[in-house]
C-alpha cells in the first residue's frame, strides 16, 4: 500500500461545485457566458487571494454569515441549494437583518429534478449577495458615506453603486469609536455638521467630476472610472444620493509593471485631457477590472488650478482634508528620512498639485498587492528584472540623482519609463530595494473629525 502524503490538501475553491445538484444549481444562477467565465476565473485565482466571486454549498455550516462576508469579494454570491426547506428556512433567518447581504434569489424550484419533486424532495436554490464591503462597525473609519450596491437590470452586471449621504444618526454611530472620551453633545454637533452640510458639497463635486470625465476623457477609458446614472438632490441642489456604474474587481491577472503602466496612463489623462486631479489615490481607491485598472472616489477631486480663496467654506474644507491627508503624512515622513529629494514634491502641499497624485502612484506601484482586494488580481509573477526595474523607477521618481532637475515630473512619463521610451540614468552604487511602509488607509474626510 503507497505511503499516504503528509502534505496537506489544498482547500477547493468555494466555487466549486461539488455534487449535480449544485452543478445544476451554478448552472440556473449563472446565465450568461460571462459569469461562467468570471466563476471559472474565481476558482482558479482563489488559492492566491483567499477571496471569491462564488460561494456555492449546500452545507449550512459553510452558509455562515461571517465566514460568508469574508469569503466574498464586494459583490459575490452565496449559491445555497438544498433538498430540505428547513435548511433554506434557517439560511433566510440567518442573513435577515444582516445588511451586509441582499437576498437576490429566494428559494426557487430547480428545473430538471423531476423524480425529486415526486417524492416531494425537489432542490431550490437560495442566493444571496455581499452588498457592502465589509461590516458595518469596520467602515466607520473608511467610508464616510454609506456605499452599497443595488439592482440594476440595465448595467452590464445588473448591480450599481448608490452612494448615499448618511443621516446624522448614522454619522453619529461611526463617530462615537472614532471619539473617546468627547461629549454626546461634541459628537452630535458635529456628525450634524457633517451630514448636513460637508458631505453634501463632497457628494455634489464628486457627481461633477465623474460628469465631466464622461466627457472629457477618451472613450476607450471612460469604463475605468464610475459613469453616474442617476441622482438626488435636496431642496437647494445639492446631490443626496448617487447611483453609479459599479467597476466590479476581475479579469485576467496582471503583473504589478501591467498595473503601473495602466494605472500611469489613466492618471494621465486624468491630468492632461481631462484637467482632474484626484488627490487621494490611495489602493482603496484603484480597482482591478476586466478593462484595466481604474480610479473611485473623486470625492477629494479638484480642478487643475481651480480657484476656492473666493469660496470660504470649500477653501477650509480642502485644507482640513489636505492637512491630515495620510499620502501627505506618508511623504513628511519620507521627505524627514531623506527618501524623498525630488524638489517636484517639496511645495505640493498646501497646493493642490498633480504631482500629488504622481507621488501617490510612485509610492504604492511596487507593491500594489498590499490592497487584499488585488491578490489574485495583481500577481508577484514579474522577472526579477521586472522588479528591479519598477523599484529603479520608482528611485527616479522619488529621488532623482539630480533632486532640483528631476527626469520624471509626470505620470505620461512612468508609462513611457516603463515601456522603454525614455532612458533614466542610474545610480549603480545605491542598493534597490523599497523606500518606505505603507500607512494604514482611511477616509480623508476623517480629518474634518479633529
Keep these: 500500500m503507497p505511503a499516504r502524503s503528509s502534505r ?39 488559492a492566491a487571494s483567499g477571496l471569491s466571486d ?18 466574498l469579494r464586494w459583490g459575490g454570491q452565496l449559491i445555497f441549494a438544498s433538498r430540505h426547506p428547513a435548511a433554506l428556512d434557517k439560511l433566510r433567518h440567518r442573513f435577515r437583518g444582516r445588511v451586509e447581504f441582499a437576498l437576490e434569489v429566494a428559494p426557487t424550484p430547480l428545473p430538471g429534478f423531476d423524480l425529486g419533486a415526486a417524492l416531494g424532495r425537489r432542490p431550490r436554490v437560495c442566493v444571496v449577495r455581499k452588498v457592502l464591503l465589509d461590516r458595518p462597525q469596520r467602515l466607520g473609519a473608511r467610508q464616510s458615506f454609506d456605499v452599497r450596491l443595488i439592482p440594476d437590470r440595465q448595467t452590464p452586471h445588473r448591480w450599481c453603486v448608490t452612494k448615499r449621504v448618511p443621516s446624522v444618526e448614522q454619522t ?13 453633545q461634541h459628537v452630535y454637533r458635529l456628525a450634524r455638521k457633517l451630514a448636513t452640510k460637508v458631505f453634501p458639497v463632497l457628494l455634489t463635486r464628486e457627481t461633477g467630476f465623474l460628469t465631466l470625465l464622461q466627457e472629457r476623457l477618451p472613450e476607450a477609458m471612460r469604463s475605468r472610472v464610475p459613469r453616474p446614472l442617476r441622482v438626488m438632490r435636496d431642496e437647494d441642489g445639492r446631490v443626496q444620493r448617487l447611483d453609479m456604474t459599479w467597476l466590479r474587481e476581475g479579469g485576467e491577472p496582471i503583473s504589478p509593471t501591467a498595473f503601473t503602466r495602466q494605472a500611469a496612463t489613466l492618471l ?26 481604474g480610479f473611485v472616489d473623486f470625492g477629494s477631486a479638484c480642478l487643475a488650478n481651480e480657484p476656492l480663496d473666493d469660496r470660504p467654506m470649500l477653501h477650509a474644507l480642502f485644507s482640513s482634508m489636505l492637512s491630515a491627508s495620510r499620502i501627505r503624512r506618508d511623504l513628511r515622513r519620507l521627505q524627514r528620512k531623506r527618501l524623498v529629494t ?9 497646493k493642490r498639485d498633480p504631482a500629488i497624485d504622481l507621488f501617490a502612484l510612485a509610492l504604492q506601484m511596487t507593491r500594489p498587492w498590499a ?21 529603479r523607477l520608482q528611485r527616479h521618481v522619488l529621488r532623482p540623482r539630480d533632486p532640483e532637475r528631476p527626469e ?43
Design 8 to 46: 496537506p490538501t489544498p482547500e477547493a475553491p468555494p466555487g466549486q461545485p461539488t455534487s449535480a445538484m449544485l452543478r445544476r444549481a451554478a448552472a440556473f444562477v449563472l446565465d450568461s457566458p460571462t459569469e461562467r467565465q468570471r466563476l471559472t476565473r474565481t476558482n482558479a485565482q482563489f
Design 54 to 71: 462564488f460561494l456555492i454549498t449546500g452545507d449550512p455550516a459553510a452558509a455562515d454569515p461571517d465566514r460568508v462576508l469574508d469569503t
Design 172 to 184: 453619529v454611530a461611526r463617530l462615537e469609536p472614532l471619539l473617546p472620551g468627547r461629549s454626546d
Design 268 to 293: 494621465d489623462a486624468l491630468h492632461t485631457v481631462a484637467g482632474v486631479i484626484h488627490l487621494d489615490l490611495r489602493l482603496d481607491n484603484m480597482v482591478v477590472t476586466e478593462a484595466g485598472v
Design 342 to 350: 525630488s524638489a517636484l514634491f517639496r511645495d505640493c502641499y498646501p
Design 371 to 391: 490592497n487584499p482586494a488585488f491578490r489574485g488580481l495583481v500577481t508577484q509573477r514579474d522577472t526579477d528584472a521586472q522588479i528591479d526595474r519598477l523599484l
Design 408 to 450: 520624471i515630473t509626470t505620470a505620461a512619463e512612468i508609462a513611457d519609463a516603463l515601456a522603454g521610451r525614455i532612458r533614466t540614468r542610474t545610480r549603480d552604487h545605491e542598493p534597490v530595494g523599497p523606500i518606505f511602509s505603507i500607512t494604514p488607509q482611511h477616509d480623508p474626510a476623517a480629518a474634518l473629525i479633529a
